[in-house]
């Protein structure tokens, strides 16, 4: 049982800074510091996200 919740514990912390690093990374492509071809690849799609919630959708793209 404890194993299960510090596993759910984990989880989620890491869910978070999956979408902290989404928006660090939208961050750098809105200024022009990056391209959706530099994020890597486990997090582009909440990258992508990201920018069309700031409507840079034309950002999103490859």
């Known amino acids: 049982m404890m194993r299960m919740l510090l596993w ?3 989880k989620f912390m890491c869910q978070g800074e999956v979408r902290d690093m989404a928006v660090v990374y939208a961050t750098l492509i809105v200024k022009g510091k990056k391209t959706i071809g530099d994020v890597p690849e486990r997090i582009r ?6 920018l069309i919630d700031l409507d840079c959708p034309e950002l999103a793209g490859e």
């Not at 799609?45 to 990201?50: A, H, I, K, L, T």
């Open 8 to 10: 759910l514990v984990i």
């Open 45 to 50: 799609e909440q990258v992508r996200q990201v």
